[in-house]
């Protein structure tokens, strides 16, 4: 499937701020599942702008603008091609074992899924009893989540923890993301955290427009290798599932996150719009 996808975040201060710095993570990430044709990365007011490759693979950008300013706005424009039609298939070269860094990095807690004991309560019963059945265990461990919390916009923040999620039982994509996270992680499934956009809506198939990126959290299976698993939707990611980023949690892939000079207060309008091309 052939995608276009806009994005813009346009940050507004209430005073005129200085020395901006601000890291963007807002793609093109290219792997066996989708591969990025054309990305473009604009500024206003003019910035510079500087490329880089993170820890775990991401193409980032370090946005730096020292003039006085009172807003920012940041506008990619991607066209990407996704190859996953089926997830459920098994890949036609068996899945290369995960490196033992990696295995450390989507194993063990991190900051936004420390270690909490009632992930591990939830999760034992689905605990693989064989690397065989591991993707099947990560589809039911992400179908839990979407019958027993409640999608509830605003309910959290960005630096919501896992524990804080479990509390409330509601949430939002990124919060079902981490959740889903912690429970696999709980039954030594290696799982990762996935910012992105997917393509969802009864509308006009050709053009949905949606106000915000998604994310969903890819999980290792012997099997399968990396697949992407959607509790916000009740889906096993496929091709209407457009990457960003991967990282342990939000935490390593936020897709703008920075700091300026000065006391203004910040807000954050963001718009997102997916087409698919012919």
């Not at 990430?29 to 990365?41: A, H, I, N």
């Not at 068996?94 to 990696?102: G, H, I, K, V």
């Not at 994509?173 to 992680?185: K, M, P, S, Y």
């Not at 698993?229 to 990457?243: C, G, M, R, T």
Request: charged share 25%.
């Amino acid at each position: 499937m052939r995608l276009r996808v806009t994005h813009v975040s346009r940050l507004k201060y209430s005073e005129r701020v200085t020395e901006q710095v601000m890291e963007c993570r807002l793609g093109p990430l290219s792997d066996d599942d989708q591969r990025w044709e054309r990305f473009e990365l604009r500024v206003k007011p003019t910035s510079r702008i500087a490329s880089y490759v993170d820890a775990f693979g991401n193409p980032g950008y370090l946005v730096t603008l020292a003039a006085p300013h009172e807003q920012l706005e940041l506008t990619t424009e991607s066209q990407v091609t996704t190859l996953l039609k089926d997830p459920f298939a098994l890949p036609l070269v068996q899945p290369r074992p995960l490196a033992p860094l990696e295995r450390h990095d989507y194993l063990a807690p991190s900051g936004l899924v420390p270690a909490e004991p009632r992930l591990a309560e939830l999760a034992e019963p689905h605990r693989p009893k064989d690397p065989e059945d591991a993707f099947t265990a990560a589809q039911t461990l992400s179908e839990l989540i979407h019958a027993e919390f409640a999608y509830m916009p605003e309910a959290t923040s960005t630096t919501t923890t896992v524990a804080e999620v479990l509390d409330g039982r509601a949430g939002v994509c990124q919060d079902f993301a981490h959740v889903l996270i912690g429970l696999c992680r709980t039954v030594g499934l290696p799982a990762r955290y996935v910012s992105g956009y997917v393509l969802v809506g009864n509308g006009d198939p050709d053009s949905i427009h949606v106000s915000a990126s998604h994310a969903w959290a890819e999980v290792y299976s012997p099997t399968h290798g990396w697949r992407g698993f959607d509790p916000a939707n009740n889906v096993v990611a496929s091709e209407q599932h457009v990457k960003m980023a991967i990282g342990r949690d939000y935490g390593d892939v936020p897709p703008t996150h920075g700091t300026f000079r000065g006391l203004a207060e910040t807000t954050l309008d963001v718009e997102v719009s997916v087409r698919k091309l012919p």
